[in-house]
């Protein structure tokens, strides 16, 4: 076994990947991400340790929060990127522990990466499987990989420049519990759940952020076909990216599309104004091996979702930033100012032929909080009247496996009295089906990108407060969600620690949930699986 990850839904067997990630990262690269998680852990036991106030640690919490971006599944492939931020983390973790004086540090706040032979050495010895007792390991990983969804949330508000100390600190809290051997499993369960109730805060600090910025999402109808200029397509989830990359394609003759998780941009006031953005170009981001072949022009990653390219001309063609990144693509980083220079990524589209029309028409979004809540009284209207009889949250993420065309058969199996309410890129199993509308209620309400999953949870406690609920269960919502990577945790938590229950999970459940930890959420929560599309709907309704 030269490698062990088990924290994406796709894992080798269900079990774990041993040889080199189903993601196609190679076992280096997984092994380093273990090292780099071992050292933000070692630094979070000396700001524990050493009382340290996070308010005077700004270098370490943005660091924190992009090394554990760089981490999430299809994130970041470059070898050389994760020896870079190795360093960067350990000079900065010395720094920590030179300014205090604690005695019984971990191993992890005190050990030397040395040279390269030596880091990957290291990496070897403290990755998943160096906690030996299987619970404890999946309770310990649980809290990470919350953690890393945590930290990608966090990182894009910071983008915008809106942080929470709060959130830092815990961060730290967290990371150093992971070390503590002391810690039972229902010390961990309780820590879990805490996690949930920080991802609800991280979400609220991006929306607010997203918000506060762009405005509130409104009900969009978006163009999936394309023009005659050539064109750039950006996918991930960062909208400053977005927002700097329009002004600077503005008469340049290059029109600019989002794919994947990024077309819930459209949906902000502020990016209408932008008349080289013309619309989103192709679906979910496993689908990108054939799309970016057909799109022609260059390819700009913002955050995760990259599939390794077939070949080396679409490699060419990628460019990344952020906490992406991919060995031989162009990787661009922002000046002292945060300001990116994406002139390279223009010149290179103004030589490409103008993208090749895969499908043609719009599709509707922009249904986040502020939008369907003033949709409230039509909302309630519908319910009262029986024209609406269950909302069903489905969102999430989208994968590979065939195992997924489960979702799209659930949405067309659905009654015609339901209301589907999505976010993240589970959407593109289903929100090009014509399911209709009840009363003009469209039947797919789309909130979003992943993060906007905390939308459907301010939907579901404003329509609580409107029915003069005493709980969120008693409310006529389902929640059948798709998970694939780390935030999808973070928002599986959030849901869980603001009193969710019965939420059905799939196509297959976590790998990293062992036996006894899988029965908890079970008997706790209600956790589930998901069965026949027949058999659920019947359950469901």
């Keep these: 076994m030269s490698m062990f990850c088990y924290q994406c839904q796709e894992t080798a067997k269900g079990t774990g990947c041993n040889i080199r990630g189903v993601c196609g990262k190679s076992e280096d690269v997984a092994n380093l991400q273990d090292l780099l998680v071992y050292l933000l852990k070692g630094m979070s036991d000396i700001v524990k340790k050493g009382n340290l106030s996070v ?50 540090l971990h191993d992890s706040a005190v050990f030397s990466v040395g040279t390269a032979e030596e880091m990957r050495s290291k990496a070897l010895s403290v990755g998943v499987l160096s906690t030996e007792d299987e619970d404890v390991r999946s309770l310990r990983e649980l809290i990470i990989y919350g953690l890393k969804g945590m930290a990608a949330y966090t990182h894009h508000a910071l983008n915008i420049g809106k942080e929470n100390p709060a959130i830092y600190e815990f961060m730290y809290e967290a990371l150093a519990a992971t070390l503590d051997d002391t810690l039972s499993a229902d010390d961990l369960v309780a820590l879990t759940l805490r996690t949930g109730s920080f991802g609800v805060e991280a979400m609220a600090l991006l929306d607010g952020a997203n918000t506060g910025k762009y405005g509130n999402p409104e009900i969009t109808q978006v163009n999936i076909g394309v023009g005659t200029n050539p064109g750039i397509l950006i996918s991930g989830h960062d909208l400053t990216d977005l927002e700097q990359l329009l002004e600077q394609t503005k008469g340049t003759g290059v029109d600019v599309y989002t794919h994947s998780e990024m077309l819930p941009a459209h949906y902000y006031p502020f990016f209408k104004k932008y008349d080289n953005l013309v619309g989103n170009y192709g679906n979910a981001w496993w689908k990108q091996i054939d799309e970016f072949a057909s799109f022609n022009g260059p390819v700009l990653f913002t955050t995760n979702c990259i599939v390794p390219p077939r070949s080396e ?229």
């Design 55 to 104: 308010s005077e640690l700004a270098d370490e919490n943005h660091e924190m929060l992009n090394s554990l971006f760089m981490t999430i599944t299809n994130a970041n492939f470059d070898e050389n990127a994760f020896e870079v931020q190795i360093k960067k983390v350990e000079a900065l973790r010395d720094g920590l522990r030179k300014k205090v004086s604690v005695e019984g």
């Design 313 to 541: 001309e679409i490699r060419d063609r990628i460019f990344t930033t952020g906490s992406a990144g991919f060995p031989g693509c162009t990787h661009i980083v922002p000046d002292k100012d945060g300001k990116k220079d994406f002139s390279a990524v223009i010149e290179m589209a103004k030589a490409a032929k103008a993208p090749n029309a895969i499908e043609s028409g719009t599709i509707v979004g922009g249904f986040a909080h502020n939008q369907v809540i003033a949709l409230a009284d039509k909302v309630v209207d519908a319910v009262k009247s029986g024209a609406i009889k269950k909302f069903f949250v489905m969102a999430g993420c989208d994968g590979r496996m065939k195992s997924r065309e489960y979702y799209t058969e659930f949405a067309k199996a659905l009654p015609s009295d339901t209301v589907i309410l999505t976010a993240g890129c589970a959407k593109y199993r289903y929100n090009k089906l014509d399911l209709g509308d009840i009363g003009g209620i469209p039947r797919v309400l789309d909130a979003g990108q992943c993060n906007d999953s905390y939308s459907l949870a301010v939907i579901a406690l404003t329509l609580k407060d409107v029915f003069g609920l005493e709980d969120i269960n008693d409310l006529p919502i389902a929640y059948n969600i798709a998970w694939y990577e780390q935030k999808a945790v973070i928002v599986l938590l959030a849901l869980l620690s603001l009193g969710v229950k019965n939420i059905h999970l799939g196509p297959t459940l976590p790998g990293f949930l062992s036996p006894n930890v899988a029965k908890v959420l079970v008997e706790t929560f209600g956790i589930a699986g998901i069965g026949t599309v027949e058999d659920d709907v019947a359950l469901f309704m």
